[in-house]
């Protein structure tokens, strides 16, 4: 490979790593072409995008970000490919659904997701609990909805403010 298509390479990759706040490096080892085209499909239609990549070039692309990416460096054996996502804990999902499958591969070897490093395949439990933005703002309104909720349920079933002390103090007894 010339050394300017290897520059294209790592500044693409690099652009990846600026585009999609979260990454998994994963190890597809011993995956025939029909698996393979299974998980691309699974990944396009999650929304995560796959890309093999070679791991002197993803190296080098590591170096020249911003982001101190050290810890994944030693993830940079063998075979390895990167899922890159906007959700945090999608590519966790789609990983520990094959893994549920007895299947070997994909192994999880290394993932930057929420501004946090996480190398080895026993992380892939915490990374499928990582809660989307959305998530937590969905939590967040929930909690926020349920007092008022009560307050106009409240008033509505009394039609006056006594009624609706009258049901607050018996909630709290």
């Known amino acids: 490979m010339k050394k300017e298509v290897k ?4 500044v693409e990759l690099g652009e990846q790593l600026k585009k999609y706040p979260h990454f998994y490096l994963v190890d597809l080892t011993g995956q025939n072409a029909e698996e393979a085209g299974e998980l691309r499909r699974k990944c396009f239609n999650s929304g995560i995008k796959l890309l093999m990549v070679k791991n002197t070039l993803l190296h080098k692309a590591f170096e020249a ?3 101190d990416y050290s810890p994944l460096y030693d993830c940079l054996k063998g075979n390895t490919a990167v899922m890159f996502a906007e959700t945090a804990n999608v590519p966790a999902k789609l990983l520990k659904e094959y893994k549920g499958k007895k299947a070997e591969v994909p192994a999880l070897k290394g993932a930057y997701a929420e501004e946090s490093i996480f190398v080895g395949a026993d992380k892939l439990e915490e990374l499928v609990a990582i809660k989307s933005k959305n998530e937590l703002i969905a939590e967040v309104v929930a909690l926020l ?8 349920s409240g008033l ?8 609706l002390l009258d049901a607050i103090a018996e909630r709290n007894k």
């Open 7 to 10: 520059d294209t390479i790592i």
């Open 156 to 163: 509505n079933a009394g039609g006056k403010v006594h009624g």
């Open 145 to 152: 909805q349920s007092p008022i909720k009560n307050v106009v």
């Open 65 to 67: 970000s911003e982001i």
